[in-house]
C-alpha cells in the first residue's frame, strides 16, 4: 500500500532563513505522480508543483525548489529566504496510475518576522 | 478563467440529516475530486468523477455519495450525518485524468451538531 510521510509536524524559522520540508513515500508501483500543495489560512489548497516518476531532474522555481531522490523515496520541498507570506500548511501527495492520490498529514509552516 | 467554485461555503446541520454539497470545475475541465480534511485524519480521498462516470474511490460508508453531470458539476452527498462528518470538504478540478495536476476550489466547511 502506498504512503507519504511528512515527519514534521510543524516548523518555525525566522524570516530570510531557509527551511526544507521533507515528505517520503512508499510504493511498489513505478509510476506514479508526486505533488506538493501549499494550504495557506484561507484554505484553499494551491498547486505548486507535479513529478512524475521518471523525472528526477530537481526543479527550481523562484525561491523554491524540490529534490526528487527515488532512491531514498524523498521529495523534499526547500524555501530559500523564507518569508512571511510562506506561512501556511504544506502538503506532500501521491498518486498512483490509477489516479488516486494520498496525501501527507501536513507540515505547518510558521516565518517570523 | 473563473477557478473551482464550492457552494454552500459553510453549513450547519443536525446528526441523521442528510446534506448535499455542489462543486463547479474550472471550464473544460472534466475531472472532479473530492476529498474530506479534518484535523485528526487529514485530507482524505472521497472519489472521482470523469465524464459523469465514478473512476476512483476512497475507503468512506455508502453515506458519502456524488454524482457528476454533463457540464462536469459535481455534487456530493452525506447522507445520516455523524458528528464524525463535521470536516471541510475539499472539491478539485483536473482537465483529464492520468497524475495531472488538480486545481481546488475553497472548500464548503460542514459542522454537524
Known amino acids: 500500500a502506498q504512503k507519504v510521510t511528512q515527519a514534521q509536524t510543524e516548523i518555525s524559522v525566522v524570516e530570510k532563513e531557509d527551511v526544507t520540508l521533507d515528505c517520503v513515500y512508499e510504493?511498489?508501483?513505478?509510476?506514479?505522480?508526486l505533488f506538493w500543495y501549499k494550504q495557506p489560512p484561507s484554505g484553499e489548497l494551491v498547486f505548486l508543483i507535479r513529478?512524475?516518476?521518471?523525472?528526477?531532474q530537481n526543479e527550481i522555481s523562484g525561491r523554491y525548489s524540490w529534490n526528487f531522490q527515488k532512491s531514498t523515496s524523498s521529495f523534499n520541498f526547500t524555501i530559500t529566504a523564507s518569508q512571511v507570506v510562506d506561512s501556511a500548511v504544506y502538503f506532500c501527495?501521491?498518486?498512483?496510475?490509477?489516479?488516486?492520490?494520498?496525501f501527507g498529514k501536513g507540515t505547518r509552516l510558521h516565518i517570523l518576522p | 478563467k473563473a477557478g473551482v467554485t464550492q457552494t454552500p461555503r459553510y453549513l450547519i446541520k443536525t446528526r441523521g440529516q442528510q446534506v448535499t454539497l455542489s462543486c463547479s470545475p474550472i471550464s473544460g475541465h472534466r475531472s472532479v475530486s473530492w476529498y474530506q480534511q479534518t484535523p485528526g485524519q487529514g485530507l482524505q480521498f472521497l472519489f472521482e468523477?470523469?465524464?459523469?462516470?465514478?473512476?476512483n474511490k476512497g475507503n468512506f460508508p455508502g453515506r458519502f455519495s456524488g454524482r457528476q453531470f454533463s457540464n462536469s458539476r459535481s455534487e456530493m452527498n452525506v447522507s445520516t450525518l455523524e458528528l464524525g462528518d463535521s470536516a471541510l470538504y475539499l472539491c478539485a478540478s483536473s482537465p483529464r485524468t492520468g497524475g495531472n495536476e488538480q486545481f481546488f476550489g475553497p472548500g464548503t466547511r460542514l459542522t454537524v451538531l
Open positions: 468523477y470523469f465524464s459523469e462516470t465514478q473512476r
Open positions: 513529478r512524475n516518476s521518471f523525472d528526477e
Open positions: 501527495a501521491f498518486m498512483n496510475r490509477d489516479d488516486k492520490i494520498i
Open positions: 510504493t511498489r508501483d513505478t509510476t506514479y505522480y
